[in-house]
């Protein structure tokens, strides 16, 4: 079936509506649009993909709707979905980094958004359901299934999930015990991509070195970032802190935090936090000059994971042709729905559990399974929750 493009990318536009809390969280919001309301794949496709992304450096949930796209219709409409994706929240951020009264801004985000986290909540828990039920076939599936989910629950370090979903592909592959599983299949690799990724992290570290240019720090940094962190924003933020309040000095504690704060309470994808980073770290030299720290940020911490599905998506489904590698994906992907299981569990807890969070997690579940209301929909009742309560 032929996508159409322009409905494909108002779709993408509506995820990023509704993409509060996460990558996890991301994931429900795509399950929700992309694979039960508009079936542009299936619930095991798209868990596939959030494995593989799992796997690579870089935004996961960014790369795992960027190789929806590039499955629906190629290298283009994949760097289109990106644009739409994560274009309006690095504006967004840019423009809080030129924003000096920030603490009124963040009491009152804070007060709207009380209800967010529950909501949040509410998208994984019930893509954990969906997924649950496309993966645990059997009783070996659900072994992997709780196998994620445990592991991951009381894990918490970046090389887990990595770990956690190779090792469910190679229990896969040895309790089938067939043989001749290994064929051979042709591969033809898009090189360029990888080309690309190289030479942008070599060139912007001689570049930076040689030539006293904040900006190309700025981006050499990020760039760094975005290849260097495997499982989202929250994992590369204290790498950011590091360098940038601890080492640096280029920005305070208290304006790291105010604007990782903002953008914990807006929809997209978290790393658009580096605009705001970037921004604030060249700030002093003129409305221009912060401009182009914000794009530094933006694009470098976007643009090695990006580089990366553009070279590793066609490639996987070439892979998918070998036996062995079929083989794999049942337990891969039943671990991979145990590790948003578990992101839920994490994350309810970290919301806290009384009555009003559990309550409304529970309404905004009632209201995805039923599939009357939309995601953005959701966001909007939400925030009216959150004013009015």
Same mark, same amino acid.
């Given at each position: 079936?032929?996508?159409?493009?322009?409905?494909?990318?108002?779709?993408?536009?509506?995820?990023?509506?509704?993409?509060?809390?996460?990558?996890?969280?991301?994931?429900?919001?795509?399950?929700?649009?992309?694979?039960?309301?508009?079936?542009?794949?299936?619930?095991?496709?798209?868990?596939?993909?959030?494995?593989?992304?799992?796997?690579?450096?870089?935004?996961?949930?960014?790369?795992?709707?960027?190789?929806?796209?590039?499955?629906?219709?190629?290298?283009?409409?994949?760097?289109?979905?990106?644009?739409?994706?994560?274009?309006?929240?690095?504006?967004?951020?840019?423009?809080?980094?030129?924003?000096?009264?920030?603490?009124?801004?963040?009491?009152?985000?804070?007060?709207?958004?009380?209800?967010?986290?529950?909501?949040?909540?509410?998208?994984?828990?019930?893509?954990?359901?969906?997924?649950?039920?496309?993966?645990?076939?059997?009783?070996?599936?659900?072994?992997?299934?709780?196998?994620?989910?445990?592991?991951?629950?009381?894990?918490?370090?970046?090389?887990?999930?990595?770990?956690?979903?190779?090792?469910?592909?190679?229990?896969?592959?040895?309790?089938?015990?067939?043989?001749?599983?290994?064929?051979?299949?042709?591969?033809?690799?898009?090189?360029?991509? =990888?080309?690309?990724?190289?030479?942008? @992290? *070599? !060139?912007?570290?001689?570049? +930076?070195? %040689?030539?006293?240019? &904040?900006?190309?720090?700025?981006?050499?940094?990020?760039?760094?970032?975005?290849?260097?962190?495997?499982?989202?924003?929250?994992?590369?933020?204290?790498?950011?802190?590091?360098?940038?309040?601890?080492?640096?000095?280029?920005?305070?504690?208290?304006?790291?935090?105010?604007?990782?704060?903002?953008?914990?309470?807006?929809?997209?994808?978290?790393?658009?936090?580096?605009?705001?980073?970037?921004?604030?770290?060249?700030?002093?030299?003129?409305?221009?000059?912060?401009?182009?720290?914000?794009?530094?940020?933006?694009?470098?911490?976007?643009?090695?994971?990006?580089?990366?599905?553009?070279?590793?998506?066609?490639?996987?489904?070439?892979?998918?042709?070998?036996?062995?590698?079929?083989?794999? =994906?049942?337990?891969?992907?039943?671990? @991979? *729905? !145990?590790?948003?299981?578990? +992101?839920? %569990?994490?994350?309810? &807890?970290?919301?806290?559990?009384?009555?009003?969070?559990?309550?409304?997690?529970?309404?905004?579940?009632?209201?995805?399974?039923?599939?009357?209301?939309?995601?953005?929909?959701?966001?909007?009742?939400?925030?009216?929750?959150?004013?009015?309560?």
């Amino acid at each position: 079936m032929k996508t159409n493009k322009s409905t494909f990318l108002k779709d993408v536009f509506i995820c990023s509506l509704g993409a509060y809390g996460g990558p996890e969280a991301h994931y429900g919001v795509f399950t929700e649009q992309l694979v039960l309301k508009k079936k542009y794949l299936s619930e095991e496709e798209l868990i596939e993909l959030i494995a593989l992304t799992g796997i690579l450096p870089g935004p996961s949930s960014t790369q795992t709707i960027v190789a929806i796209g590039y499955k629906l219709g190629g290298p283009v409409l994949a760097l289109l979905t990106m644009l739409v994706w994560s274009v309006p929240v690095l504006l967004f951020m840019t423009f809080l980094s030129f924003i000096s009264q920030i603490f009124s801004v963040i009491h009152v985000t804070n007060d709207i958004l009380k209800f967010i986290g529950p909501m949040a909540v509410a998208f994984i828990l019930t893509a954990a359901y969906h997924i649950g039920r496309k993966v645990m076939k059997d009783t070996f599936t659900i072994l992997l299934f709780v196998f994620g989910c445990v592991t991951t629950y009381f894990i918490h370090e970046p090389w887990i999930y990595p770990l956690v979903l190779l090792s469910g592909g190679v229990i896969s592959i040895f309790v089938s015990k067939e043989k001749n599983i290994w064929n051979h299949v042709k591969m033809s690799p898009p090189w360029h991509y =990888l080309v690309l990724f190289f030479l942008f @992290a *070599g !060139g912007s570290l001689i570049l +930076s070195s %040689l030539w006293n240019s &904040q900006i190309l720090l700025l981006f050499e940094h990020f760039y760094r970032y975005g290849y260097l962190v495997i499982g989202g924003g929250q994992v590369v933020v204290p790498l950011m802190y590091s360098e940038l309040v601890e080492i640096s000095k280029v920005m305070t504690n208290q304006e790291f935090l105010t604007g990782y704060g903002l953008v914990q309470g807006l929809p997209g994808p978290m790393f658009s936090f580096a605009a705001y980073a970037g921004g604030m770290s060249a700030r002093g030299h003129g409305i221009i000059y912060q401009i182009l720290g914000a794009l530094a940020g933006g694009v470098g911490i976007f643009l090695p994971g990006i580089l990366l599905i553009f070279f590793v998506y066609p490639v996987w489904e070439q892979l998918k042709q070998i036996k062995g590698i079929k083989l794999s =994906l049942k337990g891969i992907t039943s671990v @991979a *729905g !145990g590790l948003i299981a578990a +992101s839920g %569990l994490l994350l309810l &807890q970290k919301n806290g559990l009384t009555v009003t969070s559990l309550a409304y997690t529970l309404f905004v579940c009632v209201l995805i399974l039923t599939r009357k209301i939309p995601a953005p929909m959701i966001v909007i009742l939400t925030l009216i929750c959150g004013i009015l309560l």
